[in-house]
């Protein structure tokens, strides 16, 4: 996907238009009225990128969450605290959810994967 498009004509930026008749992507020059087809259907991505801290701090603030479900049969290995908050969510690279444990002690914050 490229990020903008010129008129071959004019130099001036070809827009996204839709042909509802024949149902198809073309770009389109508000000047001189050139049009192309275009080679890919995708106008526009957004991707996000999260820095390493606010990742983290996403998952400490989970344990101080009162609608995730809370369990008492497991333990730290941190800090041997009896409470945990888990959730699952899809691990990178990996098929299928992985069950994610954060430990409920404030000062501990340590996660951990079943």
Known sequence: MSTMKFCRECNNILYPKEDREQKI???ACRNCDHQEVADNN???RNEIHHS???RTQ???DVAAD???PRTKNV???KCNHPEAVFFQAASRGE???TLFFV?????CGYRWRD
């Open 25 to 27: 992507l073309l770009y």
């Open 42 to 44: 995708c106008v526009y």
């Open 52 to 54: 390493l801290g606010e």
């Open 58 to 60: 996403v998952l400490q």
């Open 66 to 68: 009162p609608t995730l």
């Open 75 to 77: 333990r730290c290995s």
């Open 95 to 97: 098929e299928g959810m």
């Open 103 to 107: 430990c409920c002690n404030p000062s």
